[in-house]
């Protein structure tokens, strides 16, 4: 019985192992203000849960990447002149100008890569576009 219930139990982690390198199978991916400084990027948490789902990663931004995984936040900020509306300012990175530059790049944010996994699919990326985005565009 109990070799039988731990072989049953290592077949169907395998399975969710091969379940869950198939959702990102095919999609690049970079970075930007997601992993901290002082990490090495290959042992950032985010990096190795990209790779366990099938993307490849990538240091910077190039025209193979089709995701950029950030962590862009808009801040409110007072207009020029008094009572005028706060508007979103975004401190835009390299990569996020190269990913604008490129046009092809899916810029979403961290929690599209947390809901990749945890729904062991590729999540809808309009969903995790980062406030004001379109403005970007």
């Known amino acids: 019985g109990g070799a039988l219930r731990a072989e049953g139990v290592r077949d169907v982690r395998v399975l969710l192992q091969e379940a869950q390198r198939r959702i990102l199978r095919g999609v690049h991916v970079a970075f930007s203000g997601v992993i901290h ?13 990209a790779e366990d789902m099938g993307a490849v990663c990538h240091r910077g931004v190039t025209a193979q990447v089709t995701h950029l995984i950030t962590t862009l ?3 409110d900020r007072p207009d020029e002149y008094e009572g005028a509306p ?13 990913a604008l530059a490129l046009g092809t790049v899916e810029v979403v944010g961290a929690e599209w890569l947390h809901a990749c996994s945890a729904g062991l699919s590729r999540a809808e990326e ?3 576009r980062v406030p004001g985005w379109a403005a970007f565009q």
């Open 86 to 98: 706060a508007r979103p300012a975004y401190r835009l990175t390299d990569k996020i100008v190269r």
């Open 73 to 75: 936040r808009p801040e």
């Open 37 to 49: 400084n002082g990490v090495r990027q290959e042992e950032a948490r985010e990096w190795r849960l």
């Open 126 to 128: 309009e969903q995790f």
